[in-house]
Each structure stands twice: as structure tokens, then as C-alpha cells.
Antibody
Framework: EVQLVESGGGLVQPGGSLRLSCAAS????????MHWVRQATGKGLEWVSA???????YYPGSVKGRFTISRENAKNSLYLQMNSLRAGDTAVYYC??????????WGQGTLVTVSS | DIQLTQSPSFLSASVGDRVTITCRAS??????LAWYQQKPGKAPKLLIY???TLQSGVPSRFSGSGSGTEFTLTISSLQPEDFATYYC?????????FGPGTKVDIK
């Protein structure tokens, strides 16, 4: 069974840093693009970052320069390093597998709260 | 960036109703559009990809159509488990963007 499990969320002060992890199982992790998507409470979905099988990375303007996506294929793991965090970054963060261009499946999410 | 709009943002329907949700893109995205279903407290689930291809395991009452800038998601006969929020997503070019969502509620 394909499974994605996020971890690393928590409470952090504005300006702080946090590293999220996503543990993958049930598929050949190195063969797939991977993504992070976030959702603030009661709001819609926002794509946050992507990493290709060759390690190429992509970000929207809202996080570019602050967030870094990476992967460790030997550990079947995806990461999101988040720096200079703001209140607006408060959200549930999901990792998702890219199948072709589509996102399937998604993990259960990990909550990040940026507050003093 | 490509912007997506969805209409309606909210709809109230009864079991057995036919429901149609529209997603419009600010520029042409060919058929690089997906539809996701999200229930409260759960992760989104892929329903339709490439605008009209049903994901494996998704009931056939769901269908998608369109290309270019206008797309639709149709539920032919709404079932109790279909009450959820539906999002479209464009994957034509980065940054990938989502529509604002359509909440389908019980009438």
C-alpha cells in the first residue's frame, strides 16, 4: 500500500525555522516527483513546493527564498526546511506524490503554527 | 501565474441530484487539470485527472470534461458520501495552482 506520513509540525515563533519530514512507503520513492501543499484552517489549498526525480526544485513566490524542499532517496524521505516563518505560514502541510503531473496520494498532514 | 475560479463556491443539493461544478482558468491549460475531493479533517483525494480521466477506484457517477480554459466536474447522482469540498488544480505550468473550492452541502 502506498503511504505518506508527515511529521515535524508544531508551534514556532515568527522568524523561526522548522523542518518537516514525509516518510514514503509502498512505492519506488526515487522514481516520483514529490510535492508539498498547505492549507490554512478553513481555507483552500496552496501548492508550496516540488522536487523532481533529478533533484530539480520549484516554488511559488510566496515561499521562494524561505523554504527549501529536498529528498533523501536512500531513506524514502522528503523534507521541507522552512525559515523566516510568518503568521501567514500557519497551516496543515501535506506531502503528495506526483503521478505524471497529478497528486496521488496525499499524506494525512502535519500542523504548523507560527505564533508568539 | 495561472488563476483558477470555481463556480458555484457553495451549493446545496439532495441525494440523487445531478451536480455540476465549473472551473475556469485565466489562460489555456490544455487538459492539465485535476479534480480533488476533500472531506473535513481529511487529506484531498484525486478524483479526475487530465480533465476527464477517472482515477482508479472512483465511482463512475463522477465525470469531468473540458479543455483550454473551461472545465466541469459532474456528479450524476449525488450520494451521501459525496458531501465534501471539491477543488480543481491546474498542472500546465508552475506554480501549480488550485481553485478556491466548491462546498457541496446537504439540502
Amino acid at each position: 500500500e502506498v503511504q505518506l506520513v508527515e511529521s515535524g509540525g508544531g508551534l514556532v515563533q515568527p522568524g523561526g525555522s522548522l523542518r518537516l519530514s514525509c516518510a514514503a512507503s509502498g512505492f519506488t520513492f526515487s522514481s516520483y516527483d514529490m510535492h508539498w501543499v498547505r492549507q490554512a484552517t478553513g481555507k483552500g489549498l496552496e501548492w508550496v513546493s516540488a522536487i523532481g526525480t533529478a533533484g530539480d526544485t520549484y516554488y511559488p513566490g510566496s515561499v521562494k527564498g524561505r523554504f527549501t524542499i529536498s529528498r533523501e532517496n536512500a531513506k524514502n524521505s522528503l523534507y521541507l526546511q522552512m525559515n523566516s516563518l510568518r503568521a501567514g505560514d500557519t497551516a496543515v502541510y501535506y506531502c503528495a506524490r506526483g503521478v505524471g503531473r497529478w497528486f496521488d496520494p496525499w499524506g494525512q498532514g502535519t500542523l504548523v503554527t507560527v505564533s508568539s | 501565474d495561472i488563476q483558477l475560479t470555481q463556480s458555484p463556491s457553495f451549493l446545496s443539493a439532495s441525494v440523487g441530484d445531478r451536480v455540476t461544478i465549473t472551473c475556469r482558468a485565466s489562460q489555456g491549460i490544455s487538459s492539465y487539470l485535476a479534480w480533488y475531493q476533500q472531506k473535513p479533517g481529511k487529506a484531498p483525494k484525486l478524483l479526475i485527472y487530465a480533465a476527464s480521466t477517472l482515477q482508479s477506484g472512483v465511482p463512475s457517477r463522477f465525470s469531468g470534461s473540458g479543455s483550454g480554459t473551461e472545465f466541469t466536474l459532474t456528479i450524476s447522482s449525488l450520494q451521501p458520501e459525496d458531501f465534501a469540498t471539491y477543488y480543481c488544480q491546474q498542472l500546465n505550468s508552475y506554480p501549480f495552482t488550485f481553485g478556491p473550492g466548491t462546498k457541496v452541502d446537504i439540502k
